[in-house]
């Protein structure tokens, strides 16, 4: 089945010390986003790739970062986690281009920062 | 900024309940909004997508409006069961950077009781 794949499942990590989420998908879908979503929180996006290009919420915090190496994979990645970032990581796809496409999202990554 | 409000946060029903969702938003240029299962410790499942040019989307027990002029949408859950228990999450979608950017509500958790 046609899908979107999110490991680690759960990723701890301790304060300061980088780390890598890691995102595929075999839908070949345009756009791939990442949410975080903290505790009894809305998803709230932080970042989305139109192909290759990159596109970055306003106030997503310099901390986050992400790489597209290519269709399938998409990686987000955090420079100095804070006990702030602990929260579940969401990516998703679309095809895009038209408004009736629906977003596909992974079963997330938990993230515990100790 | 768009804003959308999930009422109530939390619901209980019998099961054989009939029960609705409601969901608001305060800019009503929209394109579409879609309603979203989660599961706890999951990703999201994708119920209905209303396009802004539609009044309502039906799936099996499943019946979501959007009344835009109002900034308003509601999901209709017919004849509830135990399985329905879950986290209903709408959101709304806007066009931008060539993806369909998603604001989402915090959610109605809700749970069906045998």
């Known amino acids: 089945d046609a899908m979107v794949i999110q490991n680690p499942r759960y990723q701890v990590t301790q304060f300061g010390k980088p780390v890598t989420l890691s995102c595929s998908q075999t839908l070949n879908h345009n756009v791939m986003y990442w949410y975080q979503q903290k505790s009894s929180q809305a998803p709230k996006l932080l970042f989305h790739y139109y192909d290759k290009d990159f596109n970055n919420e306003a106030d997503t915090p310099d901390n986050f970062q992400s790489r597209r190496p290519n269709t399938s994979f998409c990686f987000l990645d955090i420079r100095s986690p804070g006990l702030g970032d602990a929260a579940m990581y969401l990516c998703?796809?679309?095809?895009?281009?038209?408004?009736?496409?629906?977003?596909?999202f992974g079963p997330g990554t938990r993230l515990l920062v100790l | 900024k768009q804003e959308v409000t999930q009422i109530p946060a939390a619901l209980s029903v019998p099961e054989g309940e009939n029960l609705v969702l409601n969901c608001s938003f305060t800019?009503?240029?929209?394109?579409?909004l879609q309603w979203f299962r989660q599961d706890p410790g999951k990703g999201l499942t994708s119920l209905l997508l209303?396009?802004?040019?539609?009044r309502e989307q039906t799936s099996g027990r499943l019946n979501a409006s959007l009344d835009k002029s109002s900034g308003r949408s509601t999901l209709y859950i017919a004849a509830s069961q135990p399985g329905d228990s879950a986290t209903y999450l709408c959101?709304?979608?806007?066009?931008?950077?060539?993806?369909?950017?998603?604001?989402f509500g915090t959610g109605t958790q809700l749970k069906v009781e045998l």
């Open positions: 800019d009503s240029a929209i394109y579409n």
């Open positions: 959101a709304v979608g806007d066009f931008t950077g060539g993806g369909n950017k998603l604001t």
């Open positions: 209303i396009q802004s040019s539609q």
């Open positions: 998703a796809t679309s095809r895009t281009t038209r408004v009736r496409e629906t977003q596909y």
